[in-house]
């Protein structure tokens, strides 16, 4: 049986150890009789609106359409529940399988749910081109306006209700059972430990990862190794799923009619092709940014930096290490700075146990935060003493907050922010906390520097790693128009990338090639990674102006992150915050920005 963690309230300062989050919010455990009740009267109710409307939403008045809104959007909500806690539960421990059970029993339910009700959604589309006027007009309908309008945007893409159905079947044992498959094997791998200079040995994968900021290059490279050498012995398996998935975009579109899976995601992620390409091409016309920082940076070190030595520490000393306690307060404190209210709503997160931080073993890789509309968002990390840790913690807080203001103001179909505004306040929030930090750092020259070239390897990463990634994902979707591909077609590719990346500034390791099994973006979310470089342009353009304005940039920053996905995500930007991403010039300013920084660093070596 699953238990919540605690259902005690805990101050921050109370904080000691990296805590496990409190999912009771949610359901008591795996034998709680909420949870199938709840299951239970959620299909009684989607049969009751089936049987209600079914075949008659042509005939239904702009008033009734918006009754039905609301109900659907109450079965979503409903909905989010039951399947956030398997899956919060699997997250934390991908080696319990009651917890994966009941994920794919409760999965296979909405499912059936959610094929209860595709109707709707399909007889909405079908409706002629007058009559969804009318409703686009109507005036009870206008906080479902942008609803609407992507309503009417995949119209020419849409199937029957009975292929849509057994789509929505298909996927349970075919593109999400590999991309579970992927996950569940990664939980269950071991690693080889690798020990440091103080005889303290680390085997988990959230472990080995923050071992990379080691200042000793023989652990850096034996901890980038034991990881890789998982990656290479069951390389052949996680292509094989890559090109499963890749394969099963393919067919979709060809059912649908897009013409690629780039054309596909980017209609939902609301950003057009040629904003696309332009940060595809700004970025790569910048690579001497990544290779001269790396040039410097080995040169400050003696060594030529290695794929295994890119967050390798400047300081011949390690910087101290960073408790739990004190990163939760000091991120407090940098938010505070910013707005009380804005790093109140953040407290909470940490009185009610809504972060699971805590390393172990089995615990999903990576960090997230999982939004509940009608609830609240929860944060997973791996929490290990450092900054870097910190600032992982600050990035989701940012997710969180932003969900927060959603909530705040939005309903259901309008709670999911369009991808790039949906990582702006989560990259914001790092930039508070560095400037926070570099303020502490006055007297203490060496964090100084390591914060402010940690500030310039995240800009790198976001820049120039993140869009590389999707550059990698043309590649394979592009070789799956034309056939299936293996694991050495996707190794060729990501070091062939990675190589014209890096240039003679870094080595490019022979394990490097299996790197791209860890990025779980390419498996379940096609073309996200370009969005983190998206994102990272227009909150370089949103703190740029709040460091000129000051707090009056507050009040319009705030309401964009409450727009959620109400509105078209290039004009919230123009009218909230004054930012254009269709202007090239935003996607100078932030790689200007960069070559300030460079420029600073290299002024003080």
Known sequence: ??????????????????????????????????????????????????DTYRGTVNTLNPEQIAACFQQLEAIAEQSGFLYAFPALVFSADTRNTEAKQMQDKILEALTGIENQLLFFDLELKSLDDAKFAEL?????????????YTIAKFRPYTLSEDVEQTRNQDNLTGRQAFINLRSVHLGEQEYNPVTTPDDKSFSTEAE?????????????????????????????????????VAQDHKLENQMRGYSSTLQK????????????????????????????????????????????????????????????????????????????????????????????????????????????????????????????????????MGHGLHFAQIGDRQTYFNSNPPMVLAEIASTFNELLLLDYLLQQASDNPALKKSLITRQLEDQLNLLFRQSTISRLELAIHDRALQGSFDH????????????????????????????????????????????????????????????????????????????????????????????????????RAALQYVEGLLDQLQATL
């Open 488 to 587: 050495s077609f996707v190794n060729a590719q990501w070091r062939s990338l990675y190589q014209e990346l890096c240039s003679d500034a870094v080595e490019v390791l022979p394990e490097h090639d299996y790197d791209w099994a860890r990025i779980g973006h390419i498996y379940f979310k096609p073309f996200y990674c370009y969005q983190y470089t998206a994102s990272n342009i227009v909150s370089l353009a949103c703190y740029q102006k709040y460091r000129q304005v000051g707090k009056d940039f507050i009040p319009g920053y705030l309401e964009l992150l409450a727009a959620g996905g109400s509105v078209d995500q290039v004009a919230a930007l123009r009218k909230y915050v004054d930012v254009d991403l269709e202007n090239p010039a935003t996607i």
């Open 208 to 244: 080995l990862s923050a071992l990379l900021f080691h200042p000793s290059p023989e652990v850096r490279y034996n901890a980038y190794l034991t990881v890789r050498q998982v990656m290479n012995q069951h390389n052949s398996l996680y292509g094989y799923i890559l090109n499963s």
């Open 1 to 50: 049986m699953v238990q919540s963690v605690s259902n005690t309230t805990t101050s921050p300062a109370q904080l000691d150890n990296p805590q496990e989050w409190d999912l009771s919010d949610l359901y008591q455990g795996f034998d709680d009789p909420r949870l199938a009740q709840d299951l239970e009267t959620l299909q009684q109710t989607a049969a009751t609106f089936r």
């Open 265 to 396: 995601q980017l209609l939902v992620d609301e950003v057009s092709e040629p904003v696309f390409r332009a940060i595809m091409d700004g970025t790569r016309d910048r690579f001497d940014l990544w290779q001269r920082y790396y040039t410097l940076k080995g040169n400050a070190l003696g060594q030529k930096i290695r794929t295994c030595d890119v967050y390798a520490p400047w300081a011949e000393e390690p910087v101290a290490p960073l408790p739990y306690k004190t990163g939760v307060e000091t991120l407090l404190a940098a938010l505070d700075q910013f707005d009380p209210n804005y790093a109140r709503r953040a407290k909470e997160f940490f009185i009610k146990d809504w972060v699971d931080a805590k390393v172990r073993p089995g615990k999903r890789g990576g960090a997230f935060c999982w939004y509940s509309h009608g609830k609240h968002s929860y944060l997973l990390l791996s929490y290990t003493d450092d900054y870097n840790s910190l600032f992982t913690l600050a990035h989701e």
């Open 136 to 148: 686009e007009a109507a005036t009870m309908l206008h906080p479902y306006r942008h609803y609407l």
